[in-house]
């Protein structure tokens, strides 16, 4: 249980709030690579400020504050030029660091661009994603996560989830949830239409633990039956603070990005990268990314797979949880962690002090490998097989493709044993 | 501890929540930004804690009943 105080502080992530700064010092995806394809600018949102992000003629990417400072209208219908992005308007041009570069209608003597200034945040492509920072400079750099910079088939599913992004923050710290919400109750939703369930996710817990490492939390897991020589308990996998869940086994590495479009909507990406050992991974021309529904057409949520039934449950909890009347148990250990987690890092920023996981080493951020299971579970290939099946991945324009590619590493792990 | 927080009444079984105000290091009144959740094991309750004035982390366990073990006599 939390106070209301805290609980707000906890939550907010607009201008201002104490959580929305901390927010600011961290790059968060803002659009897919693609989504600036069919048309250069796109109106977006984040951390509750309306922004238009374009690719100006020259290449160059721009994240600046939706309305033109003139009068008002929206930049996002404004027009893509070599220099920058100029105002449907009038014709105001400015350019990605908001500078105005021309007012059409005053004379050039007057000085008076030189006085007026967007408000323009810095954006970079990575893996497929456009990322943005909205906090103080000097910025840190973008961190180059392995999953984000290796090679393999790369896989985005997205949603728009209707809820405050902390909530899915602390599913993420919540190990015994896998065992209920993706055992038994997919199991109890399965039966009813006569269908098999996954076996991993029905396994047991019999002890969760949570370490802090540089980029956030460990989280570990140790099921009925197994030695703690496992990797589910000797290696883990991280929780990067503050908005990002790494997860993976048999091949599949999946980052689980939350990211807070204000207080109650979250961009929620599933980014993937399939990789099997033992197989030739095909080129991507493209990356395909893809919305996927989590409600019906009665507005029901579908809860047949994975991340529809997370989805369920992070909803239902109401846009912001209201965590005065929860009522939290010792198996919930790390979802305390992980808000004491929150407040240390919102102080740090109060004192003037970078927060956890900032990278500013050219060196150390060539590629920065995070802790993974190989084997997840105790399973391989037919883990990641199962996972694709069993949650957004059903969605995939490349589904059939990625399912192969698990076939084709078990084929060769099957002839490699039997040569042995 | 401070005065009983409204959000619980509508939980019966829920014991009347009482945050803890201040610090058992430092002594100092908790502010706003220091991290207090209410835990529950058994009949206990927990108040998992972290002050931002000295940085200490603790767990207060509130009781009720002094308890004392006898040892083998």
Same mark, same amino acid.
């Given at each position: ?420 | ?21 201040? %610090?058992?290091? &430092? #002594? ?15 009949? @206990? ?5 972290? %002050?931002?004035? &000295? #940085? ?15 040892? @083998?006599?």
């Amino acid at each position: 249980m939390l106070s209301q105080e805290r609980n707000e502080m906890l939550t907010r992530v607009g201008p201002g709030t104490k959580n929305g700064e901390l927010m600011r010092r961290y790059w968060h995806p803002v659009a897919t690579a693609g989504d600036l394809d069919e048309w250069p600018s796109k109106a977006v949102r984040l951390l509750g400020e309306d922004l238009v992000l374009f690719r100006d003629g020259g290449g160059k990417l721009g994240l600046v504050e939706r309305k033109c400072p003139h009068r008002g209208a929206s930049l996002a219908y404004g027009v893509v030029e070599e220099e920058g992005l100029r105002c449907g308007y009038h014709g105001w041009l400015w350019d990605n660091e908001g500078n105005c570069l021309h007012q059409p209608g005053e004379t050039d003597k007057s000085g008076f661009k030189d006085r007026v200034r967007l408000k323009a945040y810095k954006a970079e492509e990575m893996g497929g994603l456009i990322w943005a920072y909205m906090g103080p400079e000097p910025a840190p750099l973008l961190p180059r996560f392995d999953i984000f910079v290796r090679d393999g088939v790369r896989d985005i599913g997205h949603c728009m989830v209707p809820c405050n992004f902390v909530q899915i923050m602390e599913n993420s710290v919540d190990p015994h949830h896998v065992e209920w919400l993706h055992g038994r109750y997919f199991r109890f939703i399965n039966e009813r239409r006569g269908l098999e369930s996954p076996g991993f996710f029905q396994q047991k817990h019999r002890k969760i633990a949570f370490d802090l490492f540089e980029y956030g939390i460990i989280k570990r897991r140790l099921l009925e039956g197994q030695s703690e020589d496992v990797e589910d308990w000797k290696t883990g996998h991280p929780l990067v603070f503050p908005n990002m869940l790494y997860v993976g086994g048999g091949g599949l590495y999946q980052a689980q990005i939350r990211v807070p479009v204000d207080d109650t909507t979250t961009w929620h990406i599933f980014y993937t990268v399939h990789a099997p050992e033992g197989v030739d991974l095909p080129e991507q021309d493209t990356i395909p990314a893809y919305d996927f529904p989590f409600t019906d057409e009665n507005g029901e949520h579908i809860v047949d797979f994975v991340e529809g039934q997370d989805i369920m449950a992070w909803v239902t909890q109401g846009p912001v949880a209201d965590r005065t009347t929860e009522t939290l148990g010792k198996s919930d250990m790390g979802v305390a962690r992980l808000r004491r987690l929150f407040f240390e890092e919102m102080d740090k920023v109060h004192r003037g002090e970078d927060p956890l996981g900032m990278v500013r080493d050219e060196r150390e951020n060539e590629v920065i490998v995070l802790p993974i299971e190989k084997k997840k579970m105790g399973h391989g290939a037919d883990f990641a097989r199962d996972w694709i099946e069993s949650g957004n991945t059903r969605h995939s324009p490349q589904k059939d493709l990625l399912l192969s590619l698990y076939e084709e590493a078990e084929t060769s792990q099957t002839s490699e044993t039997a040569n042995v | 501890m401070s005065e009983p927080g409204g959000g619980a009444a509508s939980n019966l079984s829920r014991p009347q929540h009482r945050d803890v105000a201040y %610090c058992p290091h &430092c #002594g100092e009144h908790l502010p706003a930004e220091s991290l207090v959740v209410e835990l529950w094991e058994a009949d @206990e309750t927990i108040h998992h804690l972290w %002050c931002n004035g &000295c #940085g200490f982390t603790c767990d207060v366990v509130q009781a009720d009943t002094a308890t004392a073990h006898e040892p @083998e006599h």
